[in-house]
């Protein structure tokens, strides 16, 4: 039997099934042994071990008979904004304490018709609005990183932060996220893993529970670029079921995995070299495009003037289209009911609930949303906000008709910062997280974040790559030649 | 723009969230903090341009308006707070 079999990547893992040196039963009960061993980072907040144990079996059946798909046999966790049939699943939300649904996510169908297995269900912040993990229901996710010498608890980032921590501390081997303004590539950069977010419409919205669903997407979160091709491939099909599913042939992500990037034309967004931006991250940046320089790359400095609007559109945008979503929650058909008070009418039921029920944060972009769209502001304010969101996806029209096939930027501000230190006060300024990343959703591209460095402090640092509608092949191809050349191996020093 | 409290308070009403008067102050802080952000949209020159309906220039696909699912009464009421004689229970609504 092998050792640590927990640290495979999905590539290795499925090597090693095919060849026979190990099964599934023995990966999954890696998995959950060192999920066991880690309560402290707080990430996964449903297990499964029961139904992981019963489909490793299966997997291993299927992978005997031959001819199984590459996830097959592959242990996993869910973000928990995913429904999974007879599951609980929460979105972090106290609204919806005691949820089983009733049905299955297409995505997560997907991964278990391809044979992956079901850990467990992850940590994220309530509703998926947030960028530390903070606004959880469930308390804080942990990063397994720590700074040189101190003992700070880190945020993982947000939203997708159990994801990330998870698969950063090896008790996983991938991970499903959901991005809708960096909620995969954010977190992906704070705890050293790839991440990506497809392109609008490549995977299924249905049975995620929704947040902006113009924005919306899910993506694998992984160890390797390798890994994130393997499982994208399974999580994306055309769903008639979701009525922006594009109904479009998936690639084989992995066969465009050549590293060959000799050619290609990559994009400097002078736009994106902002004010105060710390020097390491300046360095990651410039270090990262002179690794794809040397590798046959080249690097074009370019232009998309409207960056500097896109955080406010999408804070803008976002609470509008969540203050409609999140109207469902009413104490009717599912989720916590408040007790009323004799007299009470139903107005006083769905007062009660949404103010137990939802967390402050979720309170105030329901609000800020249901103000941007209430009468007399809703032209000034949302519509405009519309009319600035296709002039930053023409900016980025424009750079790929000019020939550049992908984009470098850095994924993050920063690396990741201590839990509680951003503060509840100013909620704008945890808002600039997502200044690299916000772009991409309201553009719809594809985005995916590497790591390639660390920080003084040695904390993970990623760059972000963004890449032609539909060209997910080409973009992971770049990234995987990003990844070759920063060679990053670090891994978090386990303290848990 | 400067919201008030008697605005913060119409919103949460709009909302359906309740908020103490107590804490009508700090929220109508937050809006103007979060709106004051927003506010810089104000001047991008947006003459003549399209309002984004669809990210991806796909036409929204079309079936045939027919029943393609249903029969599932109790799996539909298996997650309700209040669900009774097969319908959901919610406090009296008219008197």
Redesign the interface.
Known sequence: MMSDLNKLTIAGARDALRKGDTTSAELTEACLTAIEGARALNTFVHDTPDQARGMAAAADTRIKAGDAPALCGIPLGIKDLFCTKGVAGQAGSGILK???P?YESTVTQNLWDAGAVMLGKLNMDEFAMGSSNETSVYGNAVNPWRRAGDDTALTPGGSSGGSAAAVAADLCLGATGTDTGGSIRQPAAFTGITGIKP???RCSRWGVVAFAS?LDQAGPMTKTVRDAAIMLGAMCSYD?KD??S??LPVPDFEAALSGDIRGNVIGIPREYRMDGMPAEIEKLWADGTAMLKDAGAEVRDITLP?T??A???Y??IAPAEA?SNL?RY????????AK?APG?????????T??EG?GAEV??R???G???L?AGFYD??Y?????????I?RDFEQVFEAGVDAILTPATPSAAFGLGEMGSK???QM?LNDVFTVTVN???LPGVSVPTGQDAQGLPLGLQLIGR?WEEGDLLNCAYALERAAGFVAKPVKWW | MSIDTATAARVAKLSRIRVEEDALLALAEEFNTILGFIEQLAEVDVDGVEPMVSVTLMRLPRRADVVTDGYQQAKILSNSPGAREGFFAVPKVVE
Request: aromatic share 14%; glycine share 8%.
């Open positions: 005691g949820f089983v009733e392109t609008y419409g113009s008639a009525s922006t594009a109904n409207h500097k609007y955080l406010p559109t804070y803008l203050s109207a009413d104490g009717v058909r599912y989720g916590h009911r009323l009470d009418g139903i107005t006083e039921m769905y007062e009660k949404r103010a939802f309170q105030r329901v609000m800020v249901t103000y941007v209430s000034a304010y519509n405009r906000a519309r009319k600035v969101r296709t002039l996806k100013d909620p704008v808002y309201l553009a719809g509608p």
